[in-house]
């Protein structure tokens, strides 16, 4: 099984950025789909973004983060990252690393979950 870290979390101005990261632990981390999902206070966790296995590293956003947030991975160094810019109010969440066998934005289909690191934007 695979185990998530993760890091970079913190307080931020509205338009600012940050860069999280996600180490994973195991040999097997680059056949894992990996991706990022985010919780706010009272509200359901939602996808945020997703990076496929293999070598063309295919992604998938949420509407709300397309074109401001990317996703990549270095299997090398068994670790996955969320670059962040132009962040808004609304992007203040638990951010959760996850982990799966399916390239899809259902929670239900990651098996495997860090315990998540603070984002908060500030106005």
């Known amino acids: 099984q695979v185990q998530l870290v993760e890091s970079g979390g913190g307080l931020v101005q509205a338009g600012g950025s940050l860069r999280l990261s996600c180490a994973a632990s195991?040999?097997?981390?680059?056949?894992?789909?990996m991706g990022w999902f985010r919780q706010a206070p009272g509200k359901e966790r939602e996808f945020v973004a997703a990076?496929?296995?293999?070598?063309?590293?295919?992604?998938l956003y949420a509407d709300s983060v397309k074109g401001r947030f990317t996703i990549s991975r270095d299997n090398a160094k068994n670790t996955v990252v969320l670059q962040m810019n132009s962040l808004k109010p609304e992007d203040t969440a638990v951010y959760y690393c996850?982990?799966?066998?399916?390239?899809?934005?259902?929670?239900?289909?990651?098996?495997?979950w860090g315990q998540g690191t603070q984002v908060t934007v500030s106005s």
């Open positions: 996850a982990a799966g066998a399916i390239f899809a934005v259902a929670t239900s289909t990651y098996g495997y």
């Open positions: 990076i496929s296995w293999g070598s063309s590293g295919s992604t």
């Open positions: 195991g040999r097997t981390f680059s056949t894992y789909v």
